[in-house]
Protein backbone atom coordinates (compact mmCIF):
# COMPACT_ATOMS: atom_id res chain seq x y z
CA UNK A 1 0.00 0.00 0.00
CA UNK A 2 2.57 2.47 0.72
CA UNK A 3 4.82 1.99 -1.82
CA UNK A 4 1.64 2.36 -4.52
CA UNK A 5 0.58 5.28 -2.69
CA UNK A 6 4.11 6.73 -3.81
CA UNK A 7 4.11 5.64 -6.49
CA UNK A 8 0.44 6.30 -7.83
CA UNK A 9 -0.42 9.17 -5.87
CA UNK A 10 -3.38 10.20 -7.85
CA UNK A 11 -5.59 6.63 -7.65
CA UNK A 12 -8.23 6.27 -5.42
CA UNK A 13 -6.80 3.57 -3.26
CA UNK A 14 -8.80 0.38 -1.32
CA UNK A 15 -7.22 -1.44 0.79
CA UNK A 16 -8.19 -4.91 2.92
CA UNK A 17 -6.19 -6.55 5.97
CA UNK A 18 -8.11 -9.92 7.08
CA UNK A 19 -6.94 -9.73 10.39
CA UNK A 20 -9.12 -12.47 12.03
CA UNK A 21 -7.83 -14.80 9.89
CA UNK A 22 -4.05 -13.77 9.63
CA UNK A 23 -1.30 -15.49 9.71
CA UNK A 24 -2.49 -17.07 5.92
CA UNK A 25 1.74 -18.61 5.78
CA UNK A 26 1.06 -21.69 7.88
CA UNK A 27 -2.34 -22.08 6.42
CA UNK A 28 -3.56 -25.22 3.42
CA UNK A 29 -3.64 -24.00 -0.16
CA UNK A 30 -7.19 -25.19 0.02
CA UNK A 31 -7.98 -22.59 2.89
CA UNK A 32 -5.71 -19.89 1.33
CA UNK A 33 -7.65 -20.28 -2.16
CA UNK A 34 -11.45 -19.74 -0.08
CA UNK A 35 -10.04 -16.72 1.73
CA UNK A 36 -8.81 -14.92 -0.77
CA UNK A 37 -11.98 -15.31 -3.15
CA UNK A 38 -13.93 -13.81 -0.12
CA UNK A 39 -11.19 -11.50 0.55
CA UNK A 40 -11.27 -10.44 -3.69
CA UNK A 41 -14.99 -10.42 -3.56
CA UNK A 42 -15.27 -7.94 -0.85
CA UNK A 43 -13.12 -5.91 -3.04
CA UNK A 44 -15.11 -6.16 -6.09
CA UNK A 45 -18.45 -5.37 -4.43
CA UNK A 46 -16.57 -1.88 -3.66
CA UNK A 47 -16.39 -1.47 -7.59
CA UNK A 48 -12.44 -1.68 -8.14
CA UNK A 49 -10.60 -1.34 -11.61
CA UNK A 50 -7.88 -4.19 -10.96
CA UNK A 51 -6.66 -6.07 -7.89
CA UNK A 52 -2.90 -6.58 -6.30
CA UNK A 53 -2.26 -9.30 -4.64
CA UNK A 54 -0.65 -8.02 -1.39
CA UNK A 55 0.55 -11.08 0.10
CA UNK A 56 3.33 -13.32 -1.30
CA UNK A 57 1.74 -16.59 0.22
CA UNK A 58 -1.96 -15.51 -1.57
CA UNK A 59 0.39 -14.63 -4.71
CA UNK A 60 2.26 -18.43 -4.13
CA UNK A 61 -0.91 -20.34 -3.43
CA UNK A 62 -3.70 -18.29 -5.26
CA UNK A 63 -3.31 -16.03 -8.09
CA UNK A 64 -4.65 -18.91 -10.45
CA UNK A 65 -7.85 -18.93 -8.69
CA UNK A 66 -8.25 -15.09 -8.51
CA UNK A 67 -7.50 -15.09 -12.51
CA UNK A 68 -10.05 -17.55 -13.26
CA UNK A 69 -13.32 -15.81 -10.54
CA UNK A 70 -12.45 -12.43 -11.22
CA UNK A 71 -12.64 -10.58 -14.66
CA UNK A 72 -10.35 -7.44 -13.53
CA UNK A 73 -6.74 -6.77 -14.22
CA UNK A 74 -4.58 -8.58 -11.96
CA UNK A 75 -0.66 -8.50 -10.35
CA UNK A 76 0.35 -10.14 -7.75
CA UNK A 77 3.64 -9.26 -6.40
CA UNK A 78 5.21 -12.43 -6.43
CA UNK A 79 5.92 -12.03 -10.29
CA UNK A 80 7.49 -8.39 -10.16
CA UNK A 81 9.57 -10.09 -7.78
CA UNK A 82 10.72 -12.54 -9.22
CA UNK A 83 11.40 -10.81 -12.45
CA UNK A 84 13.29 -8.16 -10.59
CA UNK A 85 15.80 -10.48 -8.66
CA UNK A 86 16.46 -12.01 -12.22
CA UNK A 87 17.83 -8.49 -13.23
CA UNK A 88 19.74 -7.42 -10.35
CA UNK A 89 21.90 -10.60 -9.90
CA UNK A 90 25.42 -10.99 -10.95
CA UNK A 91 26.29 -14.59 -10.18
CA UNK A 92 22.73 -16.31 -10.34
CA UNK A 93 22.66 -17.04 -6.61
CA UNK A 94 19.84 -16.24 -5.09
CA UNK A 95 18.14 -16.14 -1.82
CA UNK A 96 14.31 -16.30 -0.88
CA UNK A 97 12.77 -15.64 1.95
CA UNK A 98 8.96 -16.07 3.10
CA UNK A 99 6.43 -17.47 4.68
CA UNK A 100 6.37 -21.65 5.40
CA UNK A 101 3.67 -21.59 2.47
CA UNK A 102 5.48 -19.39 0.17
CA UNK A 103 8.51 -21.29 0.25
CA UNK A 104 6.73 -25.02 0.52
CA UNK A 105 4.88 -23.95 -3.08
CA UNK A 106 8.22 -23.53 -4.63
CA UNK A 107 6.30 -20.35 -6.64
CA UNK A 108 9.27 -17.88 -6.70
CA UNK A 109 11.66 -20.47 -7.33
CA UNK A 110 9.93 -21.36 -10.63
CA UNK A 111 9.19 -17.70 -11.37
CA UNK A 112 12.85 -16.87 -10.71
CA UNK A 113 13.73 -19.55 -13.45
CA UNK A 114 11.53 -18.36 -16.07
CA UNK A 115 12.29 -14.71 -15.77
CA UNK A 116 16.08 -16.05 -15.56
CA UNK A 117 15.23 -17.69 -19.21
CA UNK A 118 18.31 -19.74 -20.51
CA UNK A 119 20.69 -17.97 -17.67
CA UNK A 120 21.40 -20.57 -15.13
CA UNK A 121 20.70 -19.96 -11.20
CA UNK A 122 21.10 -21.30 -8.14
CA UNK A 123 17.73 -20.51 -5.82
CA UNK A 124 17.85 -20.99 -1.79
CA UNK A 125 15.22 -20.76 -0.07
CA UNK A 126 14.45 -19.88 3.76
CA UNK A 127 11.11 -19.27 5.97
CA UNK A 128 11.18 -17.20 8.02
CA UNK A 129 7.92 -16.90 10.08
CA UNK A 130 8.72 -14.48 13.14
CA UNK A 131 9.58 -11.33 10.73
CA UNK A 132 6.03 -10.86 10.70
CA UNK A 133 5.45 -10.64 14.50
CA UNK A 134 8.63 -8.46 15.00
CA UNK A 135 7.84 -6.03 12.34
CA UNK A 136 3.76 -5.74 13.68
CA UNK A 137 5.11 -5.31 17.28
CA UNK A 138 7.43 -2.79 16.48
CA UNK A 139 10.90 -4.72 16.85
CA UNK A 140 12.34 -3.52 13.53
CA UNK A 141 15.63 -2.55 14.47
CA UNK A 142 16.26 -3.81 18.11
CA UNK A 143 18.45 -6.57 19.64
CA UNK A 144 15.64 -9.46 19.46
CA UNK A 145 14.82 -8.37 15.56
CA UNK A 146 19.19 -8.86 14.82
CA UNK A 147 19.02 -12.42 17.18
CA UNK A 148 16.06 -13.51 14.47
CA UNK A 149 17.76 -12.48 11.70
CA UNK A 150 21.20 -14.09 12.22
CA UNK A 151 19.26 -17.30 12.87
CA UNK A 152 17.37 -17.01 9.86
CA UNK A 153 19.76 -15.87 7.40
CA UNK A 154 22.99 -17.19 8.44
CA UNK A 155 22.38 -20.22 6.44
CA UNK A 156 21.88 -18.18 3.45
CA UNK A 157 25.09 -16.17 3.92
CA UNK A 158 26.74 -19.30 3.75
CA UNK A 159 25.46 -19.94 0.39
CA UNK A 160 27.19 -16.68 -0.81
CA UNK A 161 24.11 -15.50 -1.97
CA UNK A 162 24.44 -11.65 -4.23
CA UNK A 163 20.20 -11.27 -3.99
CA UNK A 164 18.16 -11.59 -1.95
CA UNK A 165 13.73 -11.69 -2.35
CA UNK A 166 12.49 -10.34 0.90
CA UNK A 167 9.39 -12.48 -0.16
CA UNK A 168 6.85 -11.51 2.12
CA UNK A 169 5.61 -7.66 2.39
CA UNK A 170 6.34 -7.04 5.81
CA UNK A 171 9.97 -7.66 5.52
CA UNK A 172 10.51 -4.53 3.72
CA UNK A 173 10.28 -3.14 6.97
CA UNK A 174 13.49 -5.08 8.65
CA UNK A 175 15.77 -3.98 5.89
CA UNK A 176 18.09 -2.11 7.82
CA UNK A 177 18.40 -5.61 9.98
CA UNK A 178 18.30 -7.80 6.90
CA UNK A 179 21.18 -6.04 5.10
CA UNK A 180 23.55 -5.92 8.42
CA UNK A 181 23.13 -9.34 8.96
CA UNK A 182 23.42 -10.78 5.39
CA UNK A 183 26.51 -8.68 4.39
CA UNK A 184 28.15 -9.27 1.47
CA UNK A 185 29.32 -11.20 -1.49
CA UNK A 186 32.72 -10.56 -3.55
CA UNK A 187 33.00 -7.31 -2.01
CA UNK A 188 29.46 -5.93 -2.60
CA UNK A 189 26.70 -5.53 -0.45
CA UNK A 190 24.36 -8.34 -1.09
CA UNK A 191 20.91 -6.53 -3.15
CA UNK A 192 17.88 -6.58 -1.33
CA UNK A 193 14.83 -6.80 -4.01
CA UNK A 194 11.45 -5.18 -2.23
CA UNK A 195 8.62 -7.06 -3.83
CA UNK A 196 6.32 -4.04 -2.78
CA UNK A 197 8.44 -1.46 -4.65
CA UNK A 198 8.47 -3.47 -8.12
CA UNK A 199 4.66 -4.16 -7.89
CA UNK A 200 3.71 -0.63 -7.71
CA UNK A 201 5.95 -0.15 -10.87
CA UNK A 202 4.36 -2.82 -12.45
CA UNK A 203 0.98 -1.60 -11.15
CA UNK A 204 1.08 1.33 -12.62
CA UNK A 205 2.42 -0.13 -16.02
CA UNK A 206 -0.86 -2.46 -16.01
CA UNK A 207 -3.27 0.52 -15.42
CA UNK A 208 -1.18 2.41 -18.32
CA UNK A 209 -1.35 -0.84 -20.63
CA UNK A 210 -5.87 -1.23 -19.91
CA UNK A 211 -6.25 2.67 -19.93
CA UNK A 212 -7.21 2.51 -16.38
CA UNK A 213 -4.31 5.38 -15.18
CA UNK A 214 -5.42 8.22 -13.52
CA UNK A 215 -3.06 11.42 -15.16
CA UNK A 216 -1.88 13.91 -12.76
CA UNK A 217 -3.47 16.35 -16.10
CA UNK A 218 -7.15 14.72 -15.07
CA UNK A 219 -6.56 13.92 -10.94
CA UNK A 220 -5.45 17.33 -9.84
CA UNK A 221 -5.79 16.13 -5.97
CA UNK A 222 -4.75 13.27 -4.57
CA UNK A 223 -5.96 9.79 -4.33
CA UNK A 224 -8.04 8.91 -1.60
CA UNK A 225 -7.21 5.90 0.70
CA UNK A 226 -9.62 3.73 2.13
CA UNK A 227 -9.27 0.77 4.70
CA UNK A 228 -10.69 -2.19 5.87
CA UNK A 229 -10.40 -5.07 8.10
CA UNK A 230 -11.61 -8.12 9.53
CA UNK A 231 -10.90 -7.54 13.29
CA UNK A 232 -8.61 -5.83 15.87
CA UNK A 233 -8.79 -2.45 13.80
CA UNK A 234 -7.66 -0.46 16.55
CA UNK A 235 -4.27 -3.24 16.73
CA UNK A 236 -4.79 -1.94 12.83
CA UNK A 237 -4.73 1.07 13.15
CA UNK A 238 -1.74 1.58 15.27
CA UNK A 239 0.51 -0.66 12.98
CA UNK A 240 -0.76 1.21 9.85
CA UNK A 241 0.04 4.37 10.51
CA UNK A 242 3.43 3.41 11.78
CA UNK A 243 4.35 1.57 8.44
CA UNK A 244 2.57 4.43 5.91
CA UNK A 245 4.25 7.31 8.37
CA UNK A 246 0.76 9.26 7.69
CA UNK A 247 -2.55 9.33 9.95
CA UNK A 248 -5.44 6.79 8.20
CA UNK A 249 -8.26 8.98 7.09
CA UNK A 250 -10.80 5.97 7.05
CA UNK A 251 -10.97 2.67 8.87
CA UNK A 252 -13.81 0.22 8.66
CA UNK A 253 -14.04 -3.08 10.25
CA UNK A 254 -16.01 -5.26 8.47
CA UNK A 255 -17.02 -8.95 7.50
CA UNK A 256 -15.71 -9.89 4.38
CA UNK A 257 -17.70 -13.98 4.63
CA UNK A 258 -21.18 -13.02 5.16
CA UNK A 259 -22.78 -10.13 3.94
CA UNK A 260 -20.02 -7.14 4.93
CA UNK A 261 -21.95 -6.21 8.08
CA UNK A 262 -20.45 -3.18 9.50
CA UNK A 263 -18.62 -4.00 12.98
CA UNK A 264 -17.53 -0.63 13.70
CA UNK A 265 -16.44 2.51 12.27
Not at 137 to 161: C, F, M, N
Request: proline share 3%; with cysteine.
Amino acid sequence: MRAVRRRLPHENVIYLGDTARVPYGMKSRGTIERYAVEDAGFLMRKGVKTLVIACNTISAMARERLRAEFKVPLLSVLGPGARMAARVTRTGRIGVIATEATVESGAYERAIREASRDRKVEIFSRACPLFVPLVEEGETDTQIAYLVAEQYLAPLREKRIDTLVLGCTHYPLLKSVINATIGATGGRRVALVDSAEATAEETAQLLERHGLLNHSSVATAAGASRFYVTDAAGRFHRIAERILEEPLDYLEAVEVWGNDKLETK
